[in-house]
């Protein structure tokens, strides 16, 4: 049996309150981030832990912070502002090309729809969400990365291969007025407790009502999180 949605997505709203944000949602508040530098940052987060994709948001924005100031840099430039990021060279690449497509074809502007962010080079269905979500503040769209995914199975919510099909299936099973949180939810809890490998099952706020689908072994709690879960 799964998990009810809004009872998890209640609980969760309270929970994740005194964690740290994930990278892109912390640049958008901290910094004020501007729609193109949370689309930027969103496209560097892609298989990269996120104090890794902060740090190098913040390097590259001191140098260029608007498509143009970017299109200037050199992709070498970029590629040694945004190291050590996952495939630094190929979102280089990427970088620039958005860059100069966002100025040639949108005005500088990131775009407003799913179909046209989708044409910019590096950007997938689960950057065109978040940035939808963050600097649009879309409540139509469900951004689904791997925390979600894995989370989504775990509860029971769906049963899915892909993170596009988690997407799809999300749509199904919550309620409209939470797939804007979804990803901050999940995501804020994949990464403090409901880890891939070894889950704190024991310092979980989801632990009555969670299946546990595909969970075989759990992490053992230090105490202080032990106690702060009771």
């Not at 969400?129 to 029971?156: E, F, K, Q």
Request: contains cysteine; charged residues 25%.
């Amino acid at each position: 049996m799964s998990a009810p949605v809004d009872l998890v997505m209640r609980r969760l709203r309270r929970a994740v309150g005194a964690m740290e944000l994930p990278a892109i949602e912390k640049l958008s508040e901290e910094n004020a981030s501007t729609a193109f530098q949370t689309l930027i940052s969103t496209m560097l987060s892609a298989q990269t832990r996120d104090p890794v994709t902060h740090a190098a948001s913040l390097r590259l924005f001191a140098k260029a912070a608007t498509p143009d100031a970017m299109m200037a840099l050199p992709a070498r430039s970029i590629e040694r502002l945004i190291y050590p990021v996952s495939f630094y060279r190929n979102k280089a690449r990427h970088v620039k090309e958005t860059c100069r497509q966002l100025v040639e074809r949108f005005g500088g502007r990131v775009p407003l729809t799913m179909e046209e962010l989708l044409t910019l080079p590096g950007v997938g269905r689960k950057t065109a969400n978040l940035v939808l979500i963050v600097a649009h503040a879309s409540r139509a769209n469900i951004c689904v990365d791997t925390h979600v995914h894995r989370i989504a199975n775990r509860l029971g919510w769906v049963v899915t291969r892909t993170p596009e099909q988690t997407e799809l299936a999300l749509y199904k099973v919550a309620k409209r007025r939470w797939w804007a949180d979804i990803n901050l939810y999940l995501v804020t809890w994949g990464q403090n407790v409901c880890r891939p490998v070894y889950p704190l099952c024991g310092a979980c706020v989801l632990a009555d009502i969670c299946p546990k689908d595909d969970v075989t072994r759990v992490g053992r709690l230090p105490r202080a999180v032990g106690a702060e879960g009771a």
